[in-house]
């Protein structure tokens, strides 16, 4: 037996296998699982995983207590390793392995003898890594519950200074490393690494896009560590987040939502969070879910006797008994299959230049660009419209969208020409005046200069529609443009051109100075206008139909054909209950929804005709 994955999906046995299960520390011993034993309690916890219809647990590594002097590996700490995997396998549970565990709940549980050293660049340490790596892999990568290792839980963690003095490439050298020793010794077995937001809303070199050694991509969902304006964990953006970070993972491999969950909030709130952000990121093609996490915790040592409130982020409470939070995952659980759509290849893609995570290296760069991306993948999906989030080839969609360039170097430029030569839309906003504009060729127009925000940039109008630019919630200086074959469609207070029109090849190129999607970066901002309008202008130039017709744009509409029957997942992203009439292909349905929650519409297609 042994887990694959094949055309973007995870497969066990050559069938389809989505991940449902949890992050797991037992109650009692906390993260002191392995020195204080305790396997009764263990199975115990797998057992009722199982009759809750969970097939997955993840679990952690610490590496201090399997080798306490280097070189020297506890062989005890090895068979209570594989003690656990026979017991989730009783349990017909798959394991995700955490390996190097030093970081957890916001504390280094660090090994004595490590001295600082890094464990990316230090050779003595990266031959420890691999010593300690074969003797686990040895142990337990023969057993065929064993689904995937992790590399070590958000291990840029551990040395932040050290991380960001990493490059991308030592970094992706380090787990390829490993990766290749997993590999030797369990070659059934996947390989991830589990990185929080800053994966791709940071500049970290742990980051998505430099993922190429692994087979799955691990994505932390918790939206109030996010970057940007995420105004509270029932807010559209956050149940968005998730949703937003496995489609980002999907244009560099298959990702994994190996940590999902909230803090500092009630019962209530945490399972409502968990409600629509679990179906949003199923909807939106992650291989499965690992929710943060099995049950509150008791223990009092480290990491929580310095931070107590790490303790109380469970499904369960103390005594056992189901929170708010565990019924609804049970609810997502029995309809996971449903969920998991399989979308039709759109005609939009959302893509993402060469150095859209790239971070400030001196004085030229602008950093991390993807807070931008968000706010695209939020408004199309406020218009309705179907994209994909695209790296590498464009070759045919029919509108690409380039939201808040703060970088574009000439392959993006050649591959957006490409486009546009064969009768495609490039629609292209500015994020920086020097390094993201694509230039006078592509653009029909040039840049006068820069000057500080004035009232006559303060909002442009495209005909009748008029929307209002926040520059300072960006870093992109005011620009004038002046044209030269560009035809101005859109024009600021000032009368400046503020959106060009120019044809390339057999299609067209259109560009705003404006940094559009990036000035939405303000607390409530996104949902006090119909800002999502501007895109579905913008894909009716390009001949692009919204899914679905849906007056509400809190509702996400993820839809795919299934047995001869069109589906149509929804899912209420807003802050209050929906009373909406969705219409598509003939079909209307009366669709009631309350705050965060789901359903799955099926039609027939003698009823789509009617």
Known sequence: ???????????????????????????????????????????????????????????????????????????????????????????????????????????????????????????????????????????????????????????????????AASTAEQIADWQARLAAVLRLEAPNVLVLQANDASGVLGPSPFGADNSAALDLIGIHGFPVWAPGSIESTLSFKATNLTSFLVRFASAYGVPLVDELGSYGVDDATAAAYLRASAASAIGNGASGILVWCWQDIAAEAEPYADRPMERFAGLHRLDGSAKPVMREYRRIIGAATELATRRPRPSVAVYLPQRVRAHSGSYLDSGTATLATFFSYLLLKRAHIEFDIVADDLTGYDLVICPSVAHVTLLDLRKLHAVCARGG????????????????????????????????????????????????????????????????????????????????????????????????????????????????????????????????????????????????????????????????????ARVELTTKDWTIVHVRPEEADR
């Open 1 to 163: 037996m042994s887990f694959t994955v094949c055309d973007g999906r995870l497969l066990r046995d050559d069938r389809p296998f989505l991940v449902q299960g949890v992050d797991y520390h037992p109650s009692s011993a906390g993260c002191r699982i392995w020195t204080e034993w305790d396997p009764g309690a263990i199975a115990h916890d797998f057992e009722r995983m199982a009759e809750a219809g969970l097939n997955t647990v993840r679990f952690f590594v610490f590496w201090r207590d399997f080798e306490p002097e280097p070189g020297c590996i506890d062989m005890d700490m090895l068979e209570r390793l594989r003690h656990v995997v026979d017991t989730a396998a009783q349990a017909k549970l798959a394991c995700v392995i955490s390996l190097f565990t030093i970081w957890m709940n916001g504390q280094l549980l660090d090994l004595p003898w490590r001295q600082g050293r890094s464990l990316w660049r230090d050779e003595d340490m990266l031959a420890l890594e691999e010593k300690f790596a074969t003797a686990v892999a040895r142990e337990v990568g023969g057993c065929d519950n064993v689904l995937a290792f992790d590399l070590g839980d958000e291990i840029g963690c551990v040395d932040p200074v050290e991380a």
């Open 425 to 588: 839309t490039v629609y292209f906003s500015l994020g920086d005046h020097i390094h993201g504009f694509p230039g006078e060729p592509m653009v029909g127009a040039e840049i006068v200069d820069y000057a500080p925000p004035s009232a006559g940039k303060s909002a442009f109008s495209w005909d009748s529609d008029e929307w209002t630019i926040d520059w300072a919630a960006t870093r992109t200086r005011t620009t004038t443009l002046r044209p030269t074959t560009a035809e101005v469609i859109g024009r600021y207070l000032d009368g400046s051109p503020g959106l060009l029109q120019r044809r390339v090849g057999n299609g067209r190129f259109l560009f705003t100075n404006a940094p559009f999607e990036a000035q939405l970066d303000r607390p409530e901002r996104l949902t006090a206008a119909p800002w999502e309008r501007f895109y579905r202008r913008i894909a009716a130039l390009a001949g692009v139909a919204p899914v679905a017709a849906c007056p509400d744009p809190d509702v996400e509409i993820l839809s795919d054909d299934r047995d001869g029957c069109r589906r149509l997942v929804l899912i209420n992203h807003g802050v209050t209950p929906s009373d909406t009439e969705i219409s598509w292909g003939g079909a209307t």
